[in-house]
């Protein structure tokens, strides 16, 4: 018998309608004659408002405590679903992220699953039931709950995926697939039939939040092979596979944005050797996630270093980095918030060139000022004012020919 991992995101369960529309999807599956296992997110919105709740109730609230609140949201949806099911006359099992075998390392909030051995979900397989999995969730070995980052359930789809062999594995949510970039920023933005694991984890780690980025990781580094399709028709999404030849004939695959992108200078640094590494010694000594880096051309000995980050880490800024600028003499540190990122991806980028130029051109003809500038080799990310960030994607776009 194949299996199949399928896995439905917050809207496609958001309301009971909802939830039985995912149960017939299901039933219909089984009757094809696939063994199932669906993994499922908490109901859309419940996950942002138990944060809110915990921040309502604590300043700073314990991350396990976080953690054992979170994984409440994809417990009341397994429960629900396979209520839904087993109103259908099937048979079906909810399980706890614990409870399928997904073991984590112990760091809350963003846990890395370091073992899953799916024992009890064989088990139920094999007498025939339709496994309900609580996505985002897993368990550390000494019994305590943890979750996997925001949009985790997707990792927990994948690593399922890999983890019984399945033959296909199908991500639910509630655009057609993945498309040249959000359909809500860029209307005229087009669905790709097909996308390769590189291009698609760098359109998700800038910005792209139709996949969660280390679940993108988790399945080039086992194979595995997924769709991302949608949940309210039956039209074909978009296969997320390992990278082919004829993939690089397309420059540019997608555009990618980020908001709440900050930008930190440390200016007029004494310019010599050590200098920038103890700013960032610092930098990693405080915990404090970054993204692009920009050193500026030497004036009289002293350089200005910068770098951006998410808005959300810049209260680790000025504690974690204040006495650094002092002990190095450097003149003071300034923070700028309201900033966004543009990325353009394509694995066609390799053997093309002219492309950053047309995106700079494309960016200069919309009247938007580039602050920062940053490539690899399958991307090239502007920083530019918040507030023109879906104006860049959609010239950027039409400049590359991506729309329909
Ligand atoms: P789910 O709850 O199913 O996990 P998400 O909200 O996490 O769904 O992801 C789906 C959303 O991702 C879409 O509604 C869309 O607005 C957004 N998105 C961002 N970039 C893209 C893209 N390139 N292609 C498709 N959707 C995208
Ligand atoms: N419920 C979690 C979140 O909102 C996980 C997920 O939906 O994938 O981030
Ligand atoms: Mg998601």
Redesign the pocket.
């Given at each position: 018998m194949s299996l199949i991992v399928q896995k439905?995101?917050?809207?496609?369960v958001g309301n009971p309608e909802r939830i039985k529309n995912v149960a017939r999807r299901v039933v219909a599956a089984q009757e094809q004659g696939h063994g199932v296992v669906v993994v499922v997110?908490a109901m859309?919105g419940v996950t942002d408002n138990l944060i809110r709740l915990a921040r309502e109730c604590s300043p700073n609230p314990e991350e396990r405590e976080m953690d054992v609140l979170l994984a409440t949201g994809e417990q009341t949806t397994i429960a629900l679903t396979a209520m839904a099911i087993n109103a259908l006359g099937k048979k079906a099992i909810s399980l706890t992220g614990a409870q399928a075998g997904i073991v984590t390392d112990g760091v809350h909030t963003k846990a890395k699953i370091s073992d899953l051995t799916p024992k009890q979900l064989k088990q139920h397989l094999d007498d025939g039931y339709i496994c309900i999995v609580a996505g985002f969730q897993g368990e550390t070995k000494d019994k305590r709950i943890t979750t996997l980052g925001r949009?985790g359930?997707?990792l927990t789809a994948i690593a399922l995926a890999a983890a019984v062999k399945a033959d296909l594995c199908q991500?639910?949510?509630?655009?057609d697939?993945?498309?040249?970039?959000?359909?809500?920023?860029v209307p005229t933005?087009k669905k790709l039939d097909e996308i390769s694991f590189d291009e698609m984890l760098e359109?998700a780690s800038s910005?792209?939040?139709?996949m969660q980025s280390r679940s993108v990781e988790f399945a080039k580094k086992f194979g595995v092979v997924f769709e991302v399709r949608s949940s309210f028709n039956d039209n074909p999404g978009t296969i997320v596979k390992e990278e082919t030849k004829s993939m690089e004939a397309v420059v540019v695959r997608?555009v990618?944005i980020e908001k709440n992108q900050a930008k930190v200078t440390v200016r007029a640094v004494p310019d010599r050797p050590g200098v920038a590494a103890r700013v960032f010694t610092a930098v990693a000594a405080a915990n404090i996630v970054i993204d692009m880096i920009v050193q500026n051309v030497s004036h009289d000995g002293t350089t200005d270093i910068s770098f951006t980050l998410n808005k959300d880490e810049l209260p680790k800024v000025e504690t974690g980095l204040g006495k650094v600028v002092k002990e190095i003499g450097a003149r003071s540190l300034e923070i700028e918030s309201g900033y966004g990122k543009l990325s353009i991806i394509g694995v066609g980028m390799r053997s093309h060139s002219g492309v950053a130029a047309k995106m700079f051109e494309a960016l200069s003809k919309g009247g938007i000022n580039i602050v920062m500038i940053s490539t690899s080799e399958i991307k090239t990310a502007v920083i530019i004012d918040e507030a023109k960030l879906t104006d860049g994607a959609n010239v950027v776009h039409e400049a590359f020919g991506l729309g329909k």
């Open positions: 439905y995101g917050g809207t496609s997110s859309s949009g359930s997707d991500i639910f949510t509630d655009v697939g993945v498309y040249t970039c959000d359909p809500r920023v933005a359109m910005g792209s939040k139709v997608g990618s």
